[in-house]
């Protein structure tokens, strides 16, 4: 059998599967329509198949139902049913929904603002090792809830783990107070190609459009 008639027919095995109710099987399906692979990219079938995932108890189907309904690029944007989502798949203990949910209640979209709760699911989906909630609790710490050193402490965090925004705040906090450890976070998010850190380590550098 030729590579297309083997594809159809493992597609065909794993909507069979799907139908029966297997989770695993429609999340794969989801992810196939979601992506355009094997298929076309139909966003409707996506998300009839990250519903029955979802229903199945895959946590990441959630997550993919708050994507779809949060983002308006392929339904009118529902924040409070995107958050719905959300909340199952942090749940679960998807990081990144976890930093949906904490989204929310930092900017009242979906649901009542509410930083403490903003802050606790910021906390809870960093320490699931979210690189961009580490950096989202910094940025609190700093302008919030002022705290220099927990804002250090959680910028430190993803800095560390190569987040080049989190090592340009950490430069721009240490700038007069610590020049030269302001200048190797400069270098190391320069490295990564950040236009605003270039600035700060190149004077001849231009940013490009």
Known sequence: ADADTTRQYGFNLIEEDAKKGNGGSAMALGEFYLQGQYVKVDYEKAREW???AEAAGKP?????LGVLYSNGLHYDSMPSVALHHFEKAAAGGVGAATRQVAISYHTGIGVTKNL?????????SAEQGDILAMRDLGNIYRFDRPNVGLA???LSKAANLGDPDAHYILGDMLRYSSPQEARQHFLAAAKKKHHLSRVEVDPDYVPHE
């Open 50 to 52: 990250f519903a029955i």
């Open 116 to 124: 403490d709760d903003a802050m606790t699911c910021y906390t809870r």
């Open 152 to 154: 250090q402490n959680w």
């Open 60 to 64: 990441m189907a959630a997550y993919q």
